[in-house]
Each structure stands twice: as structure tokens, then as C-alpha cells.
């Protein structure tokens, strides 16, 4: 597939993309008069030079924080902004940042709309999160002689392989067009150079996510939340969780409950409009339980505490024993480990943990990570680090200088930045 293909199937889809935005509108109040962003309508106006960063969602724009966060502090005379592409990204950015950064959706990748966004905001640099690339949207800011980063870059060998086999030419220019890619990896940097990336693009940054900081505040609000919910009990969490998934996570907390009877399970489903989902198994599994929605503390028979709000994960993994990091035990590709191991917590996933592989593979290394096939291993293995406090503090321990040798990517990455404003 070739950009012109590319085009006219996204074109030939556009009413069933405006269909999808309208009954989301309706559901939905995140998408509720926006769906003039999703086309390159939104007048922002900046008064400034633009610097623009794109986190399509969640995870990323927690990865970018750290990054954003230097660009306000060292770019005072430019705006900062920040695009997504999903709700729950715009929901944080809004929480993260509020108006110390300008925001908005960025555009469906039609050539009109493309152009409509850039000729808006003009911007100095652009900076794009992970694998978010949009043909379009990339030939546009190659056209306007715009450095485009494609920053904290990861590439699966199961992405690579797709975008062989369907989509080859497509990657190749894209790839040709960005000034540079800074790859978390080694092997990331040659599954990006084997689609056609010249080699003189490339340089190897380390994971942005390494770059975790857990502020003296956070610190203070966690131990306040352990008092509050389980000062003499034992916690897991597991952390972005999805459907089927939850299943096993409810399971294995019931075989867990027969040996520990006061062990608390603190769920966090990754997406919100699985909250009322996870609320209807807990029910019809007779758990009891309270919704952290609700601000209600757990009393002392409460089995669960249902996570449902957004961007209290870090603090949620604050007060666990054991950390269990959801996508997993799915064929999802895994999220994020490195937050509950920047706070010293074991860390425990499934077999799925392509999208995060090399840091995945470190950690399993380094003794910090231990991953599981079942259900039912995991609650083996979560009974035996129950009962073993020294491999608990050991795995912890070793999770939590495994993140701390491996920060600097933000300095390669604002080294960057520096060069091409200056």
C-alpha cells in the first residue's frame, strides 16, 4: 500500500468514521461537541512559536509528561502543544498540564484536514510519540520543511512484520520524510532501519518511560492512602487491566482469599467504560467491595477496591505489596511495568508483553519481574511472595535500580529539540 491507496480508503471510510464519532457523541460526553477537532476545524491561534507534541493516548501522554514538562520550563517564550486522539488522552493532558500547555484532538489523517491543523498552528518542531505515524500528516510537515522527531520509538516484531507485509512502501516514506527517530532500543532501531529508515536518522535514547518521577508528594499521598485503606493488610494491584482478563484477576483473587483472608485487591480496568463492567462481576461474584469513585474508604471485610478513575494508577501502585500489570495474560502486548517498578513493587504480568519487550526482558533479568501463564500461576506465584517478604523486598529492590540506571533519555531527547530551535 502506497499514501494515494492509503488516501482513498481513508477517504471511501469517512462516513462510517463520522457515523462512529456521532453515536460516540451520543454515549459519550468526551466526544460532545469535538467533532469539529476530528477534521481540522479547531481555531487555536497561538500568539507564539509552537512547539507540538502528539501522545495519541494515555500511556503515552504519561510517558511525554516528563518531556512536556521540560519544554514549558525551558521554552517559556513558545507554546507547548499537546494533541491525542482519545478522550481518556485528553482527560489527562487537561489534569496533567491544565492551561500551562494549549490542546486539542489531532485531526483524522484526510489531506484537507491536515493541512487546515498545520496552517493553523505552523508549528517550530513536532514531536510524536512512539509509533503514532500518520502518512498524511507526516508528508504535510515534511512539505513545510518542519523537524519532526518520532520520539521514544518502539517497534515490535510483530508491527514490523505487519507493516512488511501490508504496508511496506507506505512505511518507507514516512520513515524517509521524519528528521529523526530516537529508538528506545537497539533492536527497535533495526526493525525501524529493515523498513527502509537510512541509518543517519536513527539514534538509540533509552525509554522516555524510565524517566519516572516520583515527586515527595506523591510519596507523602500513597503512604496517606495505605493508612486510609490497608495499614495491616496485605494489597496487589493490578493495573490496566481488559476484558476476559478481569475474569482471571477476579479468579485468582478468590483462590488467594481462601490463604489470605485480609489480602485487598485494588483492580484498575485500562479502559473507563469498562468500570460498570468490572462493578457487575465483583456483584455476581459476591466480592465485596467499594469504588474509589465513591471516596469511600475499605473497611476491614472489603475484598476490593474497584479503580476507576483516571490517572491515579502510579499512586494506586504506591501501596502495593505486589504489582500485577494488566494486557498481559491476553494477547494485548502488555502496558506499562516500569510505574510500579520505579516505586521498588515486584512486578508480575502474563506471557503478552510484546509491546513492551525490551524492557520487559531487562527487568525478568534483573530479577524484578516475573511472568506467569495462568490465572492460576498467578496466584502461586502471588501466595509465595506473600509469604516471602525478603524475595518480595529483593525483586522490589531490584526493579527500582534497574529504572534508575537507565534514565537520560529526556537530555538525549531535549538535546534534540535545542538543536533544531537554535
Not at 507534541?53 to 507547548?80: F, K, R, W
Not at 491544565?98 to 484536514?113: E, F, K, S
Not at 502518512?135 to 512488511?164: C, W
Not at 494491584?237 to 479468579?251: C, D, F, K, R, Y
Request: proline share 5%; hydrophobic share 40%; with cysteine.
Amino acid at each position: 500500500m502506497n499514501r494515494f491507496l492509503y488516501t482513498i480508503i481513508l477517504y471511501l471510510a469517512t462516513p462510517l468514521i463520522l457515523l462512529y464519532l456521532a453515536y460516540r457523541a451520543l454515549k459519550s460526553s468526551d466526544y460532545r461537541g469535538r467533532i469539529g477537532e476530528r477534521f481540522g476545524f479547531k481555531k487555536i491561534r497561538p500568539t507564539k512559536p509552537v512547539i507540538l507534541v502528539h501522545s495519541v493516548s494515555v500511556g503515552e501522554t504519561i510517558a511525554a509528561t516528563p518531556l512536556i514538562n521540560q519544554l514549558i520550563s525551558n521554552y517559556p517564550n513558545h507554546h507547548i502543544l499537546v494533541t491525542t486522539s482519545t478522550p481518556t488522552g485528553s482527560a489527562t493532558v487537561n489534569k496533567n498540564f491544565g492551561d500551562r500547555v494549549l490542546h486539542c484532538y489531532l485531526p483524522i489523517d484526510l489531506p484537507g484536514a491536515v493541512k487546515r491543523f498545520i496552517d493553523e498552528v505552523n508549528p517550530e518542531v513536532c514531536i510524536i510519540m512512539e509509533t503514532e505515524l500518520w502518512p498524511n500528516l507526516v508528508d504535510q510537515l515534511h512539505k513545510r520543511n518542519i523537524p519532526t522527531l518520532l520520539a521514544n520509538a518502539r517497534m515490535s516484531e510483530k508491527s514490523a512484520t505487519g507493516y512488511q507485509k501490508k504496508a511496506a512502501p507506505l512505511m518507507r516514506e514516512m520513515l524517509s520524510k521524519l528528521t529523526q527517530v530516537s529508538a528506545q532500543f537497539t533492536s527497535d532501531g533495526e526493525r525501524f532501519c529493515r523498513l527502509g529508515l537510512a541509518e543517519d536518522k536513527l539514534e538509540i535514547s533509552g525509554s522516555i518511560k524510565f524517566e519516572l518521577n516520583i515527586s515527595e508528594d506523591l510519596l507523602a499521598k500513597q503512604q496517606h492512602l495505605k493508612q486510609q485503606w490497608a495499614e495491616n493488610r496485605p494489597v496487589w494491584v493490578a493495573g490496566s487491566t481488559h476484558p476476559v482478563e478481569n475474569e482471571q484477576i477476579l479468579q485468582c483473587h478468590k483462590t488467594l482469599l481462601a490463604e489470605f483472608p485480609d489480602l485487598l485487591l485494588v483492580i484498575a480496568p485500562r479502559h473507563p467504560e469498562r468500570f460498570n463492567d468490572v462493578a457487575k462481576l465483583c456483584q455476581q461474584q459476591d466480592f465485596t467491595f467499594v469504588r474509589r469513585s465513591e471516596g469511600i474508604a475499605p473497611q476491614a471485610n472489603t475484598q476490593i477496591v474497584l479503580g476507576d478513575t483516571m490517572g491515579e494508577l502510579l499512586l494506586m501502585f504506591g501501596i502495593a505489596d505486589i504489582s500485577y500489570v494488566g494486557g498481559s495474560l491476553i494477547a494485548r502486548g502488555g502496558h506499562n511495568p516500569l510505574e510500579p517498578a520505579a516505586l521498588g513493587k515486584p512486578v508480575l504480568t502474563g506471557q503478552s508483553v510484546y509491546n513492551f519487550s525490551d524492557i520487559s526482558e531487562r527487568l525478568v533479568q534483573a530479577n524484578a519481574m516475573r511472568q506467569v501463564s495462568s490465572a492460576d500461576e498467578l496466584a502461586n506465584v502471588i501466595s509465595s511472595l506473600l509469604r516471602d517478604s525478603t524475595s518480595r523486598a529483593e525483586m522490589g529492590n531490584n526493579a527500582k535500580q534497574l529504572v534508575n540506571a537507565n534514565q537520560g533519555t529526556l537530555q538525549r531527547l531535549m538535546a534534540w529539540v535545542e538543536q533544531q530551535i537554535n
